[in-house]
């Protein structure tokens, strides 16, 4: 646990074999000057990796991923990251939450209602302690990206109630959103 903890991961030990996903305690990250340290408590509710033109022009990269997660379970240890606002394509407001002092972004908002966040699993200490769940918006796929087999992938968006697992679902539904 000590190698574990010191990675900013905190893996509870092991089930009775179910399927599904293991459970996560926490994960830390923050951002690269170090003034913003977060931490989230429990498995997000979904990964999703965008490929779509406009994450590609915010990061200056391929894709981002985000982890759509509840805001009560997103813990500051130190920092706060200031919204930067832009408007989403659909309209809906759209808050950036950024390290005052480095820029990064560590999460996004949509809506202003506070209750659900989709932290960008590039902050974490250890991003591939979240792999996605799906691909989407992958018409606008860089060519050389090759996206493995096994995890769903969709031109544009998905519809969220075929798609998110039923209790990832439920705990959407408890937030209200
Ligand atoms: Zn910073
Ligand atoms: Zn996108």
């Known amino acids: 646990m000590t190698n574990a903890l010191s990675r900013g991961v905190g893996r509870l030990e092991e089930g009775t074999?179910?399927?599904g996903p293991k459970p996560i305690a926490f994960l830390d990250g923050g951002c690269t000057c170090g003034?913003?340290?977060?931490r989230l408590h429990g498995r997000p509710m979904f990964?999703?990796?965008?490929h779509c033109h406009r994450c590609q022009r915010e990061t200056g990269s391929?894709?981002?991923i985000s982890a759509a997660i509840e805001a009560d379970r997103v813990a500051l240890m130190s920092g706060k990251p200031q919204p930067v606002s832009v408007l989403a394509p659909s309209g809906r407001p759209h808050d950036v939450y950024r390290c005052p002092a480095c820029q990064v972004a560590l999460w996004g908002e949509f809506g202003r209602r506070g209750v659900l966040l989709f932290v960008r699993?590039?902050?974490l200490d250890d991003p591939a302690a979240l792999p996605p769940d799906a691909h989407i918006f992958t018409s606008s796929k860089l060519p050389w990206v090759t996206l493995p087999p096994d995890v769903p992938a969709f031109e544009a968006y998905f519809d969220r109630e075929k798609v998110w697992p039923a209790a990832s679902l439920a705990r959407r539904r408890a937030i209200g959103e």
């Open 17 to 19: 074999g179910d399927a």
């Open 35 to 38: 003034a913003v340290r977060y």
């Open 47 to 50: 990964v999703q990796c965008c």
């Open 62 to 64: 391929a894709f981002v």
């Open 121 to 123: 699993v590039g902050t």
